[in-house]
C-alpha cells in the first residue's frame, strides 16, 4: 500500500505525522510526503518544518491519501492546482482521508457531497456548504472516505484503516507497537465532556476574541 500525505505552508504537525506512524508500519507500506513542489514546508507553528519527497505533479495514484488540517488550508480552499490534483488522486485511491479540518478540503474538492464526514469540532458546520452532512464523531467512515476528527483523532482512524486492510490483530499490533495507550490527564478532549468555560475560552480563541 502507498500512502501519499499531503502538506502545505500552515499545516497541523500531529494530523500528518499521527497516522504516519500508523500507516509506515505494516511491512511493505510505504508513506510519502507531498505537496506543491519538493522541499521544506513549514508548519502552522512555524517551528517546525517537513521535507516533501514529492511534488504535486509527480504523484499521479496512491491507495490512501491523506489531507492534514492546519489554519494554512483556509487559502487553499479555493486553489484549484490542489482541489484538481485531491480529484484525480482521488480516482485511483482505496481509501481517501482526512484529519482535523483537512475535510474542508476534502469538500471544497467535491469529495464530500452527499457523505458522513467529520472534522474539528469548531468547524463541522462549514462543511454542509459542500453538500456533506456534518457528524460529531471520532472518525467517519462513508464509502471509501474516512474523515477524522481534530487532530489526535488522525491516529484513531489510521488504526481503524489499518484493521480494515488488514484486519483487527495487524492494527492491535501496530497500536501496541506504538504503545498508543491513551489515559489524558483530564476528561476534556471534546466540546461535549470540557466544563462550559473551557469550551467558550477555546471557541473564543479559535475565533480571534
Same mark, same amino acid.
Given at each position: 500500500?502507498?500512502?501519499?500525505?499531503?502538506?502545505?505552508?500552515?499545516?497541523?504537525?500531529?494530523?500528518?505525522?499521527? *497516522?504516519? !506512524?500508523?500507516? =509506515?508500519?505494516?511491512?511493505?507500506?510505504?508513506?510519502?510526503?507531498?505537496?506543491?513542489?519538493?522541499? !521544506?514546508? =513549514?508548519?502552522?507553528?512555524?517551528? +517546525?518544518?517537513?521535507?516533501?519527497?514529492?511534488?504535486?505533479?509527480?504523484?499521479?495514484?496512491?491507495? $490512501?491519501?491523506?489531507? *492534514?488540517g492546519g489554519e494554512g488550508n483556509r487559502k487553499l480552499l479555493d486553489d484549484e492546482e490542489i482541489l484538481s490534483w485531491l480529484r484525480a488522486i482521488d480516482r485511483t485511491t482505496t481509501?481517501?482521508?482526512?484529519?482535523?479540518?483537512?475535510? +474542508?478540503?476534502?469538500? /471544497?474538492?467535491?469529495?464530500?457531497?452527499? =457523505?458522513?464526514?467529520?472534522?474539528?469540532? +469548531?468547524?463541522?458546520?462549514?462543511?454542509?456548504?459542500?453538500?456533506?452532512?456534518?457528524?460529531?464523531?471520532?472518525?467517519?467512515?462513508?464509502?471509501?472516505?474516512?474523515?477524522?476528527?481534530? $487532530?489526535?483523532?488522525?491516529?484513531?482512524?489510521?488504526?481503524?484503516?489499518?484493521?480494515? !486492510?488488514?484486519?483487527?490483530?495487524?492494527?492491535?499490533?501496530?497500536?501496541?507497537?506504538?504503545?498508543?495507550?491513551?489515559?489524558?490527564?483530564?476528561?476534556?478532549?471534546?466540546?461535549?465532556? /470540557? *466544563?462550559? *468555560?473551557?469550551?467558550?475560552?477555546?471557541?473564543?480563541?479559535? =475565533?480571534?476574541?
Amino acid at each position: 500500500m502507498k500512502t501519499a500525505i499531503l502538506i502545505y505552508d500552515g499545516f497541523t504537525a500531529l494530523d500528518a505525522i499521527g *497516522p504516519y !506512524e500508523v500507516l =509506515r508500519s505494516p511491512p511493505g507500506w510505504e508513506v510519502e510526503f507531498v505537496a506543491g513542489e519538493r522541499g !521544506e514546508v =513549514r508548519a502552522d507553528s512555524g517551528a +517546525l518544518g517537513l521535507s516533501a519527497d514529492r511534488g504535486l505533479d509527480e504523484v499521479t495514484e496512491a491507495d $490512501v491519501v491523506l489531507v *492534514p488540517g492546519g489554519e494554512g488550508n483556509r487559502k487553499l480552499l479555493d486553489d484549484e492546482e490542489i482541489l484538481s490534483w485531491l480529484r484525480a488522486i482521488d480516482r485511483t485511491t482505496t481509501w481517501t482521508t482526512s484529519v482535523c479540518t483537512g475535510s +474542508l478540503l476534502l469538500g /471544497a474538492a467535491g469529495l464530500l457531497e452527499g =457523505r458522513r464526514a467529520t472534522g474539528h469540532w +469548531l468547524f463541522l458546520e462549514p462543511l454542509r456548504s459542500y453538500g456533506a452532512e456534518p457528524v460529531s464523531e471520532r472518525y467517519v467512515e462513508d464509502g471509501k472516505t474516512i474523515t477524522a476528527a481534530g $487532530v489526535s483523532a488522525g491516529i484513531d482512524m489510521a488504526l481503524y484503516l489499518l484493521g480494515r !486492510e488488514l484486519g483487527p490483530e495487524a492494527a492491535q499490533a501496530v497500536q501496541l507497537g506504538i504503545e498508543y495507550d491513551p489515559s489524558p490527564p483530564f476528561d476534556a478532549g471534546s466540546p461535549a465532556k /470540557a *466544563p462550559q *468555560p473551557i469550551v467558550d475560552a477555546v471557541t473564543a480563541i479559535a =475565533r480571534g476574541g
